[in-house]
């Protein structure tokens, strides 16, 4: 299927993201695909296959933050139909600045996929460890 894409133009897409009840701020838009920003892939977007404009640019928290961790609800373990950890990609949402070094990460509220049946959904925690704007690079000492 071909979409129509905010950063990319046209691209043909086979795989979608089902995200049943939206996501928070948008909850119509329940089909997306994941297109690699970079060729490393550290940088991916979240693109609505519904609206060209909706692009979101998503990272692993890994990449920045090693020990990242949270335990997710039974509730969302079941909504996302998952048997096993090893089924489980996790993304942040960045918010990217100017300069890039500025940006930030949402770790408050990971995008979690289910890769084996392309279900997903953005989770909010609920804990004070982490916040929506976490600087993905340390401050340069001088």
């Known amino acids: 299927m071909k979409i129509q894409t905010k950063y990319h133009g046209e691209v043909e897409v086979t795989e979608l993201l089902q995200f049943e009840k939206g996501i928070p701020g948008f909850p119509d838009e329940k089909k997306f695909t994941l297109i690699p920003l970079s060729d490393d892939q550290v940088f991916m977007v979240l ?3 519904e609206t060209p404009q909706l692009a979101f640019i998503l990272s692993s928290p890994f990449n920045f933050f090693k020990e990242y961790d949270f335990q997710l609800e039974d509730s969302v373990v079941e909504e ?4 096993s950890e090893k089924d489980v990609v996790v993304y942040s949402i960045l918010t990217v600045q100017d ?3 500025k940006t930030t990460a949402n770790l408050q509220a990971p ?3 289910n890769i084996k049946n392309s279900k997903a959904k ?3 925690l609920h804990t004070f460890d982490y916040k929506t704007k976490h600087p993905i690079f340390e401050k340069v000492k001088g």
């Open 122 to 124: 953005q989770v909010i």
């Open 111 to 113: 995008v979690i996929i």
């Open 99 to 101: 300069p890039f070094e």
């Open 80 to 83: 996302l139909n998952l048997q």
């Open 47 to 49: 693109q609505s296959v």
